[in-house]
């Protein structure tokens, strides 16, 4: 996923829609959505992933977030990466269950806003 952080940006959202990718299942309801949104706190930024619908192919789901125009992270945060020469922070993200509804949120710690 991933994020432009911008001075007068406070939220976001968008979706990754996921199915086998080789047949007709989805037409039969065999996909799922991830919803993705974002929102600018006092201390950095919040993601929310919340799945939507079923995808029985899948077993696991790993999210990891781009922030284009980031400050560098005033915690660690396992996973994490900042290319300072681009100003972009990759943090791995909770990742939601595989069940219509689950969702996982994940708190990233930045060192000043932009």
Same mark, same amino acid.
């Given at each position: 996923?991933? @994020?432009?952080?911008? +001075?007068?940006?406070?939220?976001? $959202?968008?979706? @990754?829609?996921? /199915? /086998? ?5 989805? %037409? ?6 991830? /919803? +993705? ?7 950095? %930024? ?7 619908? %079923? ?8 999210? @990891? ?10 915690? $660690? @945060? ?6 300072? $020469?681009?100003?972009?922070?990759? %943090? ?9 509804? /689950? ?8 060192? $000043?806003?932009?």
């Amino acid at each position: 996923l991933l @994020v432009f952080l911008g +001075a007068n940006t406070t939220s976001g $959202a968008g979706t @990754v829609y996921d /199915d /086998d990718g080789s047949s007709t299942a989805y %037409v039969s309801g065999d996909c799922a959505w991830t /919803d +993705a949104t974002w929102t600018r706190t006092e201390d950095g %930024v919040d993601v929310i992933l919340k799945t939507r619908g %079923v995808f029985s192919s899948a077993t696991k789901r790993d999210y @990891v977030l781009a922030l284009a125009n980031a400050p560098p992270l005033t915690s $660690a @945060v396992d996973g994490s990466s900042y290319d300072g $020469a681009s100003l972009t922070l990759r %943090v791995p993200l909770k990742a939601p269950g595989l069940k219509d509804g /689950d969702a996982a949120t994940t708190s990233i710690p930045l060192s $000043a806003t932009t």
